[in-house]
């Protein structure tokens, strides 16, 4: 049975939605520029013998509608031999493509995909699924075949979350602060312009650097914010990540493809889980997939030399990390995470993965763990090893 490794990683910066360096670039075109560099970076792949091109997106409709995955192995410049599909998994989605190679390599069903995927929360946010579309099922408490609060707003999420799991606003804040601290940090080293792939606007400046990190970040800054979802709450939009635009994607490929390719793989997939969580928790749905990956492969979270948690609040970060003995100080996102970086929905799965591959070759670590909560209540972990 083959080994899936990934041979290439790479992402685009990361703009602030509506307001930042990308809001007048297409999804499907920033998608074409990953995959373009992907091959690039692989001469002696020969792009025919891709077996697929899986792309992630969580707003799926208009620019990132119409089978996007297919598209943007045009715009990427693959033959019209290559397939491609679309999947959603909202937060999760391009780890779920990465799952999903993962799988076919280990099933036998192919030998190299493209995984990526992509979020324009500019030109896709709010359009496409109305108050009217949703089930009154997950919406009319009264009923007696009610479920549950399947759309409940995300930072409602994180308020229930801090309130459970007792984080505090102050806790929270100091969270935030080392988040960006972490992230200034890094771009200050040149560690993530390993990582991104300059985008050149149609007025020909070159966008390099992610729009997010605030270097002069305080405490006292942070504290003198209001809450954002509840008036007397603690979520704030200096705790919680922002909303954004980009792009990222990796080639996953059998370890016979890459000896035969004479290519040196970035790191090889160990395993993976998904696991689900009531929607009002969401931001804890880490918790069970740490524990389930972990059991899978039968390792422990001390062997993880660093761990990529998605930030999507400092209010979930906390316990995730408490519960499950991840160490903020030695292993917990050591380049800093979405609350400074940004997390553009569909493309985050696959920013982090290149990002924990960045960090790994960095320190010279082994084992590296990805995971995250999903909207609707899921959580999902992918456990790397690298080569």
Same mark, same amino acid.
């Given at each position: 049975m083959s080994e899936a490794v990934i041979v290439a990683a790479v992402r685009t910066p990361i703009g602030r939605a509506f307001k930042g360096s990308l809001i007048n @670039?297409?999804? =499907? =075109? %920033?998608?074409?520029?990953?995959?373009?560099?992907?091959?690039?970076?692989?001469?002696? %792949?020969?792009?025919?013998?891709? =077996?697929?091109?899986?792309?992630?997106?969580? %707003?799926?409709h208009g620019e990132q509608s119409m089978n996007l995955g297919r598209n943007v192995a045009g715009?990427?410049?693959?033959? @019209?031999?290559?397939?491609?599909?679309?999947?959603?998994?909202?937060?999760?989605?391009?780890?779920?493509? #990465?799952?999903?190679?993962?799988?076919?390599? &280990?099933?036998?069903?192919?030998d190299v995909f493209v995984a990526g995927g992509v979020?324009?929360?500019?030109?896709?946010?709010? &359009?496409?699924?109305?108050? +009217?579309?949703?089930?009154?099922?997950?919406?009319?408490?009264?009923?007696?075949?009610?479920?549950?609060?399947?759309?409940?707003?995300?930072?409602?999420?994180?308020?229930?979350?801090? &309130?459970?799991f007792g984080v505090t606003r102050e806790a929270m804040d100091a969270y935030a602060k080392l988040s960006q601290d972490r992230a200034s940090a890094a771009i200050n080293s040149g560690?993530?312009?390993?990582e991104i792939?300059?985008?050149?606007?149609?007025?020909?400046?070159?966008?390099?650097?992610?729009?997010?990190?605030r270097p002069n970040t305080t405490i006292e800054k942070l504290a003198e914010l &209001?809450?954002?979802?509840?008036?007397?709450?603690?979520?704030?939009?200096?705790?919680?990540?922002?909303?954004?635009?980009?792009?990222?994607?990796?080639?996953?490929?059998?370890?016979?493809?890459?000896? +035969? %390719?004479?290519?040196t793989p970035l790191a090889r997939i160990v395993g993976s889980a998904v696991t689900g #969580?009531?929607?009002e928790i969401m931001g804890v749905g880490p918790i069970e997939a740490i524990n389930k990956v972990l059991a899978l492969t039968g390792l422990t979270i001390e062997q993880m030399d660093i761990v990529e948690l998605n930030e999507a609040f400092a209010a979930q970060v906390l316990p995730v990390a408490r519960e499950t003995h991840i160490s903020i100080e030695d292993q917990l996102n050591p380049h800093g995470g979405a609350i400074a970086l940004g997390h553009p929905f569909g493309m985050t799965g696959a920013r982090i993965m290149t990002t924990l591959l960045n960090g790994l070759a960095s320190t010279k670590g082994r084992y590296g763990l990805e995971t995250m909560c999903v909207g609707g209540g899921q959580g999902m972990a992918m456990i790397v090893e690298r080569l």
């Open positions: @670039e297409r999804p =499907d =075109d %920033l998608s074409g520029l990953v995959i373009a560099e992907l091959m690039r970076r692989l001469p002696s %792949l020969d792009p025919s013998r891709i =077996d697929d091109v899986i792309w992630g997106a969580a %707003l799926q715009l990427g410049g693959l033959p @019209e031999s290559v397939p491609g599909t679309t999947v959603n998994r909202f937060c999760a989605s391009s780890l779920q493509a #990465i799952r999903m190679a993962f799988h076919a390599i &280990k099933a036998g069903e192919g979020e324009s929360t500019t030109r896709c946010s709010l &359009k496409g699924f109305d108050p +009217e579309d949703m089930n009154p099922r997950f919406t009319d408490t009264t009923r007696a075949d009610y479920i549950d609060e399947m759309y409940i707003p995300m930072g409602l999420t994180a308020e229930n979350v801090a &309130k459970q560690f993530f312009a390993r792939l300059p985008v050149t606007r149609a007025d020909q400046s070159v966008i390099s650097q992610d729009d997010g990190p &209001k809450p954002v979802f509840l008036p007397e709450g603690t979520v704030t939009a200096g705790n919680s990540c922002p909303l954004n635009d980009g792009a990222a994607g990796v080639v996953v490929m059998s370890d016979r493809l890459a000896n +035969e %390719l004479g290519l #969580i009531a929607p």
